[in-house]
C-alpha cells in the first residue's frame, strides 16, 4: 500500500513558478513509476508527466514539454513537479500517482493503483 501527500500549490500569475511535491509513504516506493495529473473545473482529469522507477525516463503532455520538469529523489520518497512560465490554462487540481507500470501511467490511467487527495494550482492573468 502506498499513500501519496502532494503539497506546494497554490495562487500564481501568469509567468510565475511553482514545484509541487509529492510524498510517499510506503518501503517500496522506489519500485513505483510515478506520475503527475491534472484537473481543472468542468474537464476530465488528463495525463500531466510521468518518471520511471529510476528516473531514467520521463514523458510530458504536450502543452507542457519545456515548462515542466517531473523529478524523483528516492531516497527522501518524493516526487516533484516544477513548473516555470505558467499559464492561466494550467490552473487545475493537481495529483500525484502511482503504478507498478510506467506504460499505465501514461496511457492507461484509469488503471492506475494509487492516488494523492490533490493540491490546488490557481494561474491569475
Known amino acids: 500500500q502506498v499513500q501519496l501527500v502532494e503539497s506546494g500549490g497554490g495562487l500564481v500569475q501568469a509567468g510565475g513558478s511553482l514545484r509541487l511535491s509529492c510524498a510517499a509513504s510506503?518501503?517500496?516506493?522506489?519500485?513505483?513509476?510515478m506520475g503527475w495529473f491534472r484537473q481543472a473545473p468542468g474537464k476530465e482529469r488528463e495525463f500531466v508527466a510521468a518518471i520511471s522507477w529510476s528516473g531514467g525516463r520521463t514523458y510530458y503532455l504536450d502543452s507542457v514539454e519545456g515548462r515542466f520538469t517531473i523529478s524523483r529523489d528516492n531516497a527522501k520518497n518524493t516526487v516533484y513537479l516544477q513548473m516555470n512560465s505558467l499559464k492561466p490554462e494550467d490552473t487545475a487540481v493537481y495529483y500525484c500517482a502511482a503504478d507498478d507500470d510506467f506504460h499505465t501511467i501514461v496511457v492507461v490511467t484509469t488503471r492506475v493503483r494509487y492516488w494523492g487527495k490533490g493540491t490546488l494550482v490557481t494561474v491569475s492573468s
Open positions: 510506503g518501503r517500496t516506493f522506489s519500485s513505483y513509476a
